[in-house]
């Protein structure tokens, strides 16, 4: 859903597919959204469009539309979308919806692109928006757990059961202790990598 603005634009798409999935005999909120948030008044009321609706499974940043909306432009360190981005993330993980970062449109720039998706994945973003077949594989790449970091969240998984096991509290792994923070970020790794935790 392109320039959402509020929970009403996510209300009035919501009341078009409920009709269309009656008229089509679809089940009924079978047909799920991701609203994009492209505009000063969208990131604003972010919090609540992410949580307008159960149809609801993503929200989005679009950045050209926003950046026009701020009265600037694109930069490379993207210092212009941190606040948005991050507000974004924040609305998208108190809704338990994910978060999609936005385009990026210099195609011939893999160096930049790159960086773009390495600071999207450390702001938390679930994603990436792409507009060219190109872009897919690297996105994978980043956005999935390297064989490294699976390799520690089996590890960190494993001393968590262990130490549980033994009905420790503590959980250390190489001199470092383990909180429970640590270890659903392993568990989420590995989920990601379609790893079933036990």
């Keep these: 859903l392109p320039k959402t ?11 078009a597919v409920e009709a269309a999935e009656k008229r089509f005999k ?32 993503a929200i989005a940043i679009g ?5 026009t909306d701020m009265h600037t432009s694109r930069s490379a360190d993207g210092v212009e979308l941190l606040t ?12 338990g919806i994910m978060a999609l970062d936005t385009v990026y449109s210099s195609l011939g720039d893999e160096e930049g ?27 994978h790449a980043v956005f999935m757990p390297s064989a490294d970091e699976l390799a ?8 968590a059961a262990e130490a549980e096991a033994k009905g420790s509290g503590v959980v250390a792994l190489d001199g470092k202790m383990i909180d429970k923070p ?17």
């Design 113 to 139: 692109f790159i960086r773009e998706l390495r600071l999207a994945k450390q702001l938390g973003f679930d994603g990436k928006s792409v507009i060219h077949p190109s872009q897919i594989a690297l996105t």
């Design 26 to 57: 679809r089940e009924p909120g079978s047909v799920k959204l991701i609203a994009a948030i492209e505009t000063a008044r969208g990131i604003l009321a972010v919090k609540e469009i992410a949580s307008a609706s159960p149809r609801l499974i």
């Design 5 to 15: 603005d509020g929970p009403e634009d996510i209300a009035e798409v919501e009341r």
């Design 63 to 67: 950045a050209e539309d926003f950046v």
């Design 182 to 198: 640590i270890v659903e970020r392993a568990l989420r790794a590995l989920a990601l990598a379609g790893e079933a935790s036990s």
């Design 84 to 95: 948005a981005r991050s507000l974004l993330v924040m609305a998208a993980r108190a809704a």
């Design 152 to 159: 520690k969240a089996r590890r960190i998984v494993a001393a």
